[in-house]
């Protein structure tokens, strides 16, 4: 089973409906459409559900698209709900608690995250 969209660097026109999901592990699923120098990653948690803080070489742009998260950026933390963005600079020590409601992220990564494939 594909559980991936990978561009044959053919352009694309879909839905998140048509995207594989892949479960991640209880309580996350993640959907991927990978292009060569860009990657775009559907991330949808439970509630109350923890990511670990750490950071990675990737610079990411994360999209709030339901819910409402605890984000750990450095040193400081902030909450995050439905349309907020957030930048993370390449390096940057970032972590995420999910709070009270099921939690939808939409995260783009550059370059590709090859431990996501």
Request: net charge negative; charged share 25%.
């Amino acid at each position: 089973m594909k559980t991936t969209y990978e561009s044959t660097m053919n352009p694309l026109h879909t839905d998140w409906s048509k995207i594989p999901v892949q479960q991640v592990e209880p309580g996350i699923e993640r959907q991927l459409v990978v292009g060569e120098k860009l990657m775009i990653c559907r991330l949808r948690f439970a509630p109350n559900l923890i990511t670990p803080a750490h950071d990675h070489p990737h610079e990411q742009i994360t999209i709030v698209e339901r819910g409402r998260v605890l984000f750990t950026i450095g040193d400081e933390q902030v909450v995050a709900k439905a349309g907020d963005v957030l930048h993370f600079p390449s390096g940057v020590w970032h972590g995420a608690t999910m709070l009270d409601e099921e939690v939808v992220l939409i995260d783009l990564f550059s370059p590709i995250r090859e431990d996501f494939l």
